[in-house]
């Protein structure tokens, strides 16, 4: 399987301002997703894609990297990343590049290795469905069948649709919520279903002691302290 892997590095960014070349724990946040690609076995090549030239050069100072100048009406906060993807498969078809799969790696996840990243792509390979997602376990008190919703008449209806409250936490079932580390999906389902997902949808644990999904100045200051203790 010719799988690759794509950073989506906008230059913008509301929360951490300018945070994919914010210098965190010394170098910049996009250096630990680009390095943990290029160190992985099972990606066959590793593409950036940015609006921004200082990013755009910083990737370029790494090798066996390709750098993509993303259009800026893809750069936008309401821009969807499905696009990106497609814009970054259809240019690299252009010189005669075709993959079976992306793998998609946000910067904002500076924690994930690159044998989670394989360990991804081999359990994609042996599941065969559409795509695979990392998923972090939903805590209990957050479980969809203790969830509820208003309703027009100001009362609580259970989000999962049923009737009964399941009233046992050890009758609960798992339940897990996408973490964002790591998306991987076939090249057709993205190409001719304008999706990430396709109707199977395969999943991979990560690790919540040595996971961040850096959102805001509060994560940032988390993945500080993470990364110290881990030594990155």
């Known amino acids: ?10 230059g913008g960014s509301k929360g951490v301002p300018k945070k994919n070349s914010k210098l965190l724990a010394g170098k910049p946040l996009i250096s630990y997703t680009i390095e943990a690609a290029l160190h992985s076995n099972l990606l066959t090549d590793v593409l950036v894609s940015s609006d921004d030239d200082a990013l755009l050069a910083l990737a370029k100072s790494f090798q066996s990297l390709v750098v993509l100048k993303r259009p800026s009406q893809l750069a936008t906060d309401e821009s969807p990343t499905i696009l990106t993807v497609k814009h970054a498969l259809e240019s690299l078809k ?6 079976d799969a992306i793998c998609l790696l946000q910067p904002t996840n500076p924690l994930r290795t690159s044998n ?4 991804a792509i081999l359990k994609f ?19 969809p069948h203790w969830v509820f919703e208003s309703t027009k008449a ?44 396709g109707t199977s ?3 991979i644990k990560s690790d919540p002691a040595s996971h961040i999904n850096i959102d805001n100045m509060e994560d940032w200051e988390q993945a500080e302290s993470l990364l110290q203790k881990k030594n990155f």
């Open 94 to 99: 252009s010189e005669g590049k075709e993959y």
């Open 154 to 197: 100001n009362t609580l209806k259970l989000s999962t649709g049923e009737s009964q409250i399941i009233t046992r936490r050890q009758e609960l079932p798992t339940c897990y919520f996408r973490d964002g580390a790591i998306y991987l999906t076939r090249t057709n389902i993205v190409l001719n279903e304008h999706s990430l997902y």
């Open 1 to 10: 399987m010719k799988v690759l892997g794509i950073i989506p590095a906008r």
């Open 125 to 143: 390979k042996q599941t065969n469905t559409d795509s695979l997602l990392s998923v972090l376990e939903v805590p209990h008190q957050y479980n």
């Open 201 to 203: 949808i395969s999943y």
């Open 116 to 119: 989670f990243i394989d360990a």
